[in-house]
Every structure is written in C-alpha cells, then in structure tokens.
Antibody, heavy 118, light 108 residues
Framework: EAQLVETGGGLIQPGGSLRLSCAAS????????MSWVRQAPGKGLEWVSI???????YYADSVKGRFTISRDGSRNTLKLQMNSLRADDTAVYYC????????????WGQGTTVAVSS | SYVLTQPPSVSVAPGKTARITCGGN??????VHWYHQKPGQAPIVVIY???DRPSDIPERFSGSNSGNTATLTISRVEAGDEGDFYC???????????FGGGTKLTVL
C-alpha cells in the first residue's frame, strides 16, 4: 500500500527556515510526480511545488525563490526547504503523489503543521 | 494565471442530489480532478479526469466537464458526504497546479 508521512513542522519565527520531509513507502518518489500542497487555517488548498520524475521543479509564485523542493531517492523521501518564512506561510503542509504530470493526486500524507509567529 | 471558481457552500437534504460547480476559462479542454476533504483529514480524490471514479468511491459520485464549467454531482446524498470539495486542474501553460477555492457541502 502506498503511503506518505510528513515530518518537520513546528513553530518558527518570521524570517526563519524549516525543512519538511515526506517519507514514502510502497512506491518510489523518484518515479512519480511529487507535490507539496498547503492549507492555511480555515482556508482552501494551495499548491506549493512539484518535482517531476525527470527532476524538473516548479513553484507557486507565492513561494518561488524562498522554497526548494528536492528528493532523496536512496531514502525514498521528498523534502521542502523553506527559507525567509512569513506569517502567511502558516499552514498544514501535505505531500502528495501523482503518477504523471496531469494525473490526480492519488496518495496524500496526513500533513505537518507549520506555524510562523514571533 | 488560471483561476477556478467554486460556490462557497452548497446545502442539500439527505437523499437528494447535490451539484457542485467549478468554473474556469474553457475548462472543458482541461483535465479536472475533484477532492473531498473532511475536517482534520487529508483530501481524497473522488473524481479524476472529469468523470472517472476511483474504485473505492461510490457510484453516487459522478462528474462532467464542458465549456466553462465542470460539475461534481452527488446523488442520494448521505450525512457522511459532508465536508469540503475542491476542483483541480493542471495549467500546462505555467506548469502549475490550480485548486478551486472549495465548496462546503452541508447535509440538512
């Protein structure tokens, strides 16, 4: 069974950095399209970033230049390095899988909470 | 950037039919996916590629997509169908995923 488990969330001051991890089981993160999606408190879903199976990466305008998506094939883990964090980055962050570029996200993690506050 | 518009809320009596719309410019030419999210849980896909349904999703859930509107239809609504529904498309012009704002389904 395919599963995703996110870790790394927490309380961080504005301007700080945090790295999220998403451990996959039952499939290879390197052979799939992996995304990060976030949800601010009481708000809707917002796509954050994607890494293609071929390694290309794309970002939402709201995080471009501050966040970096990557993967570690040996550990079968997806990562999100978040720098220059702002209050409006406060959200539950989910990792999700799609099997190809336009496929639906068929596997989601349970989410990890990031709170940016002084 | 591509924008998807959903009604904030839809209310329906048990046993009736709920229709949730997702508006976007020429959305009928795009692949639309629908997700259901219950409080405190991750979303799950209920319809993919406009009208396909995962094997574990009840047949009561169906989808259509044409012109500028995609529609998620839930027949014989049950209390367990409550929650938030999101539409999603892949915007190939920007290599970005786009979500609609979400629709809260209330079963009266």
């Amino acid at each position: 069974e395919a599963q995703l488990v996110e870790t790394g969330g927490g309380l961080i001051q504005p301007g700080g950095s945090l790295r999220l991890s998403c451990a996959a089981s039952g499939f290879s993160v390197s052979l799939n399209y992996m995304s990060w999606v976030r949800q601010a408190p009481g708000k809707g879903l917002e796509w954050v970033s994607i890494i293609y199976s071929g390694g290309d990466t794309y970002y939402a305008d709201s995080v471009k230049g501050r966040f970096t998506i990557s993967r570690d094939g040996s550990r079968n883990t997806l990562k999100l390095q978040m720098n220059s964090l702002r209050a409006d980055d406060t959200a539950v962050y989910y990792c999700a899988r799609s099997e190809s570029m336009a496929d639906a996200f068929d596997v989601w993690g349970q989410g990890t909470t990031v709170a940016v506050s002084s | 950037s591509y924008v998807l518009t959903q009604p904030p809320s839809v209310s329906v009596a048990p046993g009736k039919t709920a229709r949730i719309t997702c508006g976007g410019n020429n959305i009928g030419s795009k692949s639309v996916h629908w997700y259901h999210q219950k409080p405190g849980q991750a979303p799950i896909v209920v319809i993919y590629y406009g009208s396909d349904r995962p094997s574990d999703i009840p047949e009561r859930f169906s989808g259509s997509n044409s012109g500028n509107t995609a529609t998620l239809t839930i027949s014989r609504v049950e209390a367990g169908d409550e929650g938030d529904f999101y539409c999603q498309v892949w915007d190939s012009s920007s290599d970005h995923w786009v979500f609609g704002g979400g629709t809260k389904l209330t079963v009266l």
